[in-house]
């Protein structure tokens, strides 16, 4: 464990034998031994920041990390452009008489999942896990689930959408050995804590957290490291000095932008793609030179608001936009 100030670091190292394939588990032998690493830091906010290391060398089998947070509440999981709640609901004894197989309460979630109670509130941030379910005070993440064949009859349980028996009617058994995932993975999460479920600081997190920058380099800094100097010509572009900072209009605090590109229909202007990650009505006025259109970049009518969980797509005339061009 390493402590410098308000940052902490502790690094827990495990092992377990575990059986090599589905022949193995059904003689309960455990004869490979499964290593794994999680490293877990906390800085003056209290958040915790977590990797987890580790190398596949098993068949056929579902890893899942268990969060045990100690709130049995609801879990609200981040979808496109909001959030869904969601209920446990129990398996019933019976369940054989109307299903073929035994039916599991696996969710998708899209960057972040949150669980909370009257009094507090647990937020899980991943980009890499897309699959979860409760059980009681823990959430359950899916890390990976490797088979070495598609179309198989006899399981247990089947996540998802239940395919039944496919040898009956002439289906093929596919190989799929490279869907053992026999590698080295990490996943990195993060968890924020608070006394209820705060959708727009989550929205605008997990925003953050996706946004990734482009970065160049001075080349005569490494001349092998992502090389320039064979890629550009000189004369294909004028040279000019940049502008410090662009500014287009000043976006209020309770939008999120979820996407930035070149209009298709037009020159000098740009797409912009705003979301409300709130459950409140929210008003915005349409900045100079933008109108309102629908994903085929036609103009739609808009009656100044943007409704909940909803989003608004702008087109932009940077021409007609005085303030895009500031140079400071």
């Known amino acids: 464990m390493h ?7 502790m690094v827990l190292c495990g092992e377990t034998k575990l059986p090599l394939n589905l022949t193995e588990r059904q003689q309960n032998k455990y004869t490979h031994m499964f290593k794994y690493a999680i490293e877990i830091q906390c800085n003056e906010t209290d958040q915790l920041k977590i990797k987890l290391h580790f190398k ?38 019976n369940w054989k008489e109307k299903y073929a197989e035994k039916p599991i309460n696996y969710w998708p979630l899209d960057g972040n999942i949150t669980i909370s109670d009257a009094s507090k509130s647990l937020t899980v941030f991943t980009s890499e896990i897309k699959e979860y379910r409760q059980e009681n005070e823990r959430l359950l993440l899916t890390l990976l689930a490797t088979t070495n064949q598609l179309g198989k009859p006899d399981l247990v349980n089947r996540p998802g959408r239940a395919s039944g028996d496919t040898t009956n009617v002439g289906h093929p058994l596919i190989p799929t050995p490279q869907a053992q995932l026999k590698q080295s993975f990490e996943f990195n999460f993060e968890i924020d804590f608070s006394e209820y479920f705060k959708e727009l600081e989550i929205a605008l997190k997990q925003n953050k957290l996706n946004f990734k920058t482009d970065c160049y380099q001075k080349q005569e800094l490494n001349l092998f490291y992502q090389r320039l100097d064979n890629k550009l010509q000189d004369n294909l572009a004028p040279q000019q000095q940049l502008l410090k900072e662009k500014e287009c209009f000043c976006l209020p605090k309770n939008l999120v932008i979820s996407a930035c590109y070149p ?32 994903a085929l970049e036609n103009e739609r009518k808009y009656d100044g608001s943007i409704e909940k969980y909803d989003v608004l797509t702008l087109k932009i005339d940077l021409h007609k936009n005085h303030k895009f061009f500031r140079n400071e």
């Not at 410098?4 to 670091?9: D, I, P």
């Not at 890893?63 to 609801?74: C, K, P, R, V």
């Not at 879990?75 to 004894?93: C, M």
């Open 3 to 9: 402590t410098q100030g308000a940052f902490q670091k």
């Open 56 to 93: 596949n060398n098993i068949d056929s089998h579902q890893l899942t990390l268990a969060i045990n947070t100690g709130i049995q509440g609801e879990v609200i999981a981040a979808v496109p452009f909001g959030f869904l709640k969601r209920e446990q609901i129990k398996i019933p004894t």
């Open 263 to 294: 209009c298709y229909s037009g020159d000098d202007q740009i797409i912009l793609r705003i979301s409300n990650p709130t459950k409140q009505r929210i008003e915005f006025k349409l900045p100079l030179g933008a109108s309102v259109v629908d």
